[in-house]
């Protein structure tokens, strides 16, 4: 049994950058729209002696508070991250908040290896050249420092590890710093993972990421739960979400997106990448306790969904014998591509902006399921009106989270 539950709480405020729109404005148009932006990586550092697919950011439209020469400093990452938490913060009204009664969850680790890479091949054999500032840089309290900096954080800031489920137990842990009284208000920030080409070769040498089989039709790779899938495709986003007490009277203008009624985070006692039905049930069971739910009671599920040959099948066990063979179910991976440390986070705010729109995205390519007995949104958005729903993250390592999300009327 699990302890008694806590005060509740709920996401004020969003902020959202992806291949397919930066702010939640944009973001949810293109959403529901089901565009995508596929296509041969194109960064410098990301393509070696093969072409890797995915999905990379446009210009970002700098948030004019900021300073241009700051940004001109900046890693993909940092950049990334700054915008994000500028929206969010705007969107949930965080500036009359005491600076030392908020925090920052930052989720990932290992981030900007791409930036590594070349750094490595810039300075091989002239180390003594490297600058100094790499010497804070590369560590990932670094981006904790960034942002607190610029936006006068003084409570508690931290990263949190969890490969691709990381951007999920950044919400986790900044519910819990809530709950717990350690801050008034939290941020999670699912941070972008800029992969190299070295990143890319070992992933789709472990099977892990989709393979050239879709080089010449990009848009067609991302397939996650389709008979034809064969691997993730990697989507640069980044997210950041406001977590606060939902009963807040300082707060009480604060218009909530969702209550987050529910967690779950379980290990498999598995260092390899293969999943467990098992470890992803026990992860739903806990969310489904903590928020008082019976599983007939979620009629939406945002699956982690990575077009895995493997993932998608034990995915779908795992919901069908969680009692969720009944809810409706779209895969946000197929528009956004994985955004591994980030995609928790970006999922979890495609769920409340589909919470908000009353409308369910559509999937792209998702032609022939793996299980066509599930209520799959495919090619056209559906209206519905989400009451309860769950969203999913697994990471390497073995880890399982899951995160209930309730309406509560803006």
């Given at each position: 049994m699990l302890a008694t539950r806590p005060l509740p709480v709920a996401i004020t405020g969003v902020g959202i950058v992806s291949a397919i729109g930066q702010g939640r404005e944009a973001f949810t148009r293109a959403l529901l729209a089901g565009d995508a932006a596929f296509g041969v990586l194109q960064r410098p550092g990301r393509q070696g002696q093969s072409r890797f697919l995915g999905a990379e950011l446009g210009p970002l439209q700098l948030p004019p508070e900021r300073s241009p020469r700051l940004f001109r400093q900046l890693s993909l990452t940092a950049e990334a991250a700054l915008v994000a938490l500028h929206e969010a913060w705007q969107d949930a009204r965080l500036e009359d908040v005491d600076p030392q009664r908020v925090g920052l969850v930052v989720g990932g680790c290992n981030l900007q290896q791409r930036e590594l890479a070349q750094l490595h091949e810039r300075y091989t054999g002239r180390e003594a050249f490297v600058r100094p500032g790499h010497g804070v840089e590369f560590m990932d309290s670094d981006l904790c420092g960034l942002c607190t900096q610029q936006f006068g954080i003084q409570g508690m800031a931290c990263t949190v590890g969890g490969a691709s489920a990381s951007g999920q137990v950044a919400v986790i842990q900044a519910l819990q710093a809530v709950q717990s009284g350690q801050v008034d208000v939290a941020i999670a920030l699912g941070a972008l993972m800029d992969l190299s080409h070295w990143e890319c070769q070992a992933l789709r040498s472990l099977g892990a990421m989709g393979s050239e089989r879709y080089a010449d039709a990009p848009m067609q790779a991302a397939r996650p739960f389709d008979r034809d899938r064969d691997g993730f495709i990697y989507g640069e986003c980044c997210g950041a979400v406001v977590v606060e007490r939902l009963a807040n009277p300082a707060r009480s203008t604060v218009r909530p997106y969702a209550q987050l009624s529910g967690w779950g985070w379980t290990m498999d006692a598995n260092r390899n990448p293969d999943p467990s039905r098992e470890g992803e049930m026990r992860a739903i069971a806990q969310a489904l306790e903590r928020a008082g739910l019976a599983p007939g009671q979620i009629d939406y599920v945002n699956p982690h969904g990575t077009g895995s040959p493997l993932g998608d099948v034990v995915e779908l066990a795992a919901l069908r014998d969680s009692g969720l063979g009944h809810v409706r179910l779209n895969t946000s991976k197929s528009l956004l591509g994985h955004g591994l440390t980030a995609a928790g986070t970006v999922e979890v705010i495609a769920t409340l902006v589909q919470m908000c729109e009353g409308r369910l995205h559509p999937?792209?390519?998702?032609?022939?399921?793996?299980?066509?007995?599930?209520?799959?949104?495919?090619?056209?958005?559906?209206?519905h009106s989400i009451e309860h729903a769950l969203t999913l993250s697994m990471g390497f390592g073995g880890i399982n989270t899951a995160l209930c999300l309730t309406r509560h009327e803006r």
């Open positions: 999937s792209r390519n998702l032609d022939t399921p793996i299980d066509p007995s599930f209520d799959w949104i495919r090619d056209a958005a559906r209206p």
